[in-house]
């Protein structure tokens, strides 16, 4: 019997659409820092920043500023990042810590890629 109960009061909400409540807690992974373009040449431009304490990895991606296209992420477990093949225009770069499946606030980059 107290199975049953304990079942109908665990769907019970979702069986009603009743709202449910969700805890937020604040991410405890540290942001990238000292972010830096470190080179850019015809179609490429690189990046390098500080290792973030409890970090696995970074996630990188784009979005070209001409038509909004937003790139794929990247991940990478080194503190700098080559992007490569990029047309002529304006371009906003995304940097974020993943820190065990857990990710920080971005950071933002925005800049011109030359041809």
Known sequence: MIK???FVFACLPSAMNLPTTTVVTDCSCPSISNLQ???QSSGSVAFNWSAASG?????????RESDGFTSSYSYTTNTSFNYSGLAVGQYDFYFQTVCNGEGSSFT???DTVIF
């Open 4 to 6: 049953i109960l304990a």
């Open 37 to 39: 373009k470190t080179f």
């Open 108 to 110: 933002g980059w925005e």
């Open 55 to 63: 970090a696995t990895q970074y996630k990188l991606w784009y979005v």
